[in-house]
């Protein structure tokens, strides 16, 4: 079967998180044939590619690297001397689709001296070096690795981990691919301990993000140490509320209806803005607790529900007081009327 | 990196889910003891506050995160018999002899984090800051609808 030109052909940015979207990704340009002669029934095209005999493989490659102006990198990868390994002959076929990847980037350049000596030196852990940090790399990153050739029990043993890794991040990939940059270490434990790092400094900056004032913390112990601080001060606020909560209904006598009919300020502060709020009316209670129920994680409309004229200064007021906190604002709003209900049914 | 966000997924529901997942945890509270209402402060305090507790995890997602699951499986076992898990160390494996893998500080600091987030003994540095940060989250929304619980109920 004649893939020729087809092979060549990538653009799809940095998807390859999966057989199937890499498939795609290589014949994206190329069109349907492809797809059609390699169809991605069982999981991938990788595994598909993996079927076809080493030569055409080779062949592939050696074909695609004459074709269009794109195939410039896999014609570095074609000038790569290949040794007869089907095992690599496999990978390289990998590879070609990693240097399509590095299109993207158009860092390409870099990849040839170092593939050659890599790939001969560590057949374990594929490493294409000199690529920026982009997210192209995270993306290249996850190329996976056909864990059917894996001879190295120490990358087994590792590679368990790794797929933890990538079953998180990489739905259908065993392993992580990881790129080690130009000039470090291809050993590899400490492309391991790179990733994992890497992992972890990618969390932390999530968390820095969510942690108020953290993002001009330097230094990874003291963000933690403010990440904790926070933890810490929000289950003080916890408890502090729940004091609250206990000293100001004294039975936790909560009726539903009416806790409910003050918290439909709350709920519906999404819609909120000065539409129609609901009243903590008794006979409404019943008709926005069934109502209620029905939408519960859904936002409920609050046109349906009548406008109090009375409602209107009093929010009014409120607002003022808090435009930070819409929803404060809209509690104190219901709070004038609330507390005569919860007095009525207490 | 940006690329991570793509995959760490920390939503939390939006704050009537935890209002509501709340206000039916306290009902539930009232309705199991009707007639004896504790007299104790302190008792009630803790209960609500586990109360609060529970209907987070529960709101948040309960078998969708790590520390949802442990928080209400420990308060279930705490219903019925006292038992604390011991913390089960996954790190403690072949890789330690690896010592530079494990950065002393930003350990010691995991550590303290373990003892704070529920379930967290059990977890790899990295699924922990995941858990953290979805946690961080569930706790400010819970936050919110105590305060404005609080502040509906407080009389003016």
């Known amino acids: ?346 | 990196m940006a690329f991570a966000e793509n995959h760490i997924n920390t939503d939390v529901p939006e704050k009537d889910v935890f209002a509501l997942h709340f206000l039916q945890t306290l009902s539930n509270l009232s309705t199991q003891n009707p007639f004896s209402s504790p007299d104790k402060k302190s008792d009630r305090v803790k209960k609500i506050k586990k109360a609060a507790y529970v209907s987070m995890a529960r709101a948040a997602g309960c078998t969708d995160r790590l520390w949802s699951r442990a928080l209400l499986q420990r308060a279930a076992k705490r219903n019925n018999k006292i038992v604390r898990f011991p913390r089960r160390r996954k790190r403690v494996t072949w890789l330690r002899r690896r010592s530079n893998r494990r950065d002393p500080v930003e350990e010691a600091a995991a550590e303290r984090l373990r003892n704070l987030v529920p379930g967290g003994g059990e977890m790899k540095t990295s699924k922990l800051m995941e858990e953290t940060a979805h946690y961080i989250k569930c706790l400010s929304m819970q936050v919110k609808v105590m305060q404005c619980l609080v502040d509906g109920l407080s009389p003016k």
């Not at chain 1, 102006?69 to 000038?79: D, E, F, K, P, R």
């Not at chain 1, 990847?101 to 390409?108: A, C, I, L, S």
């Open chain 1, 1 to 346: 079967m004649d893939l020729s030109g087809r092979f060549g052909v990538r653009s799809g940015g940095g998807l390859l998180f999966r057989e199937e979207t890499a498939l795609e990704s290589l014949h994206l340009g190329g069109g349907d044939e492809f797809r059609q002669m390699v169809p991605p029934e069982n999981g991938g095209g990788f595994t598909a590619l993996l079927e076809l005999p080493p030569t055409q493989a080779v062949e592939l490659l050696h074909s695609s690297s004459s074709s269009s102006s794109q195939a410039t990198s896999l014609h570095t990868l074609g000038v790569l001397a290949f040794p007869s390994n089907s095992v690599l002959m496999e990978r390289a076929a990998r590879f070609s689709v990693i240097a399509t990847e590095n299109q993207q980037t158009g860092n390409v350049s870099g990849e040839t001296p170092t593939t050659t000596s890599s790939v001969p030196s560590n057949e374990h852990i594929k490493t294409e070096p000199a690529e920026t940090e982009t997210s192209d790399q995270a993306a290249v990153e996850k190329q996976n690795n056909r864990c059917g050739k894996r001879k190295d029990f120490d990358k087994k043993a590792k590679g368990s981990s790794k797929k933890n890794k990538s079953s998180e991040e990489n739905e259908k990939l065993p392993y992580v691919h990881v790129r080690a940059r130009r000039g470090q270490a291809t050993d590899s434990h400490s492309l391991a301990e790179r990733a994992r790092r890497e992992k972890i400094n990618a969390r932390m900056k999530l968390l820095q993000e969510l942690v108020p004032g953290c993002d001009k913390i330097q230094g990874t112990a003291l963000v933690l140490d403010e990440i904790i601080n926070h933890v810490q001060s929000l289950q003080r606020q916890v408890e502090m509320l729940s004091m609250r909560l206990a000293s100001v209904n004294p039975r936790i006598d909560f009726n539903l209806d009416t806790i409910l009919s003050s918290e439909n300020g709350s709920l519906m502060d999404g819609n909120f803005n000065g539409a129609a709020m609901q009243l903590a009316w008794p006979h409404q209670v019943m008709e926005t607790e069934q109502s209620y129920h029905h939408r519960q994680l859904q936002q409920p409309p609050p046109q349906q529900w009548p406008f109090d004229g009375l409602n209107q200064p009093v929010w009014g007021r409120e607002e003022d007081q808090d435009h930070g906190n819409d929803h404060n604002s809209l509690m104190v709003g219901s709070a004038s009327l609330h507390p005569n209900q919860v007095k009525m049914e207490l």
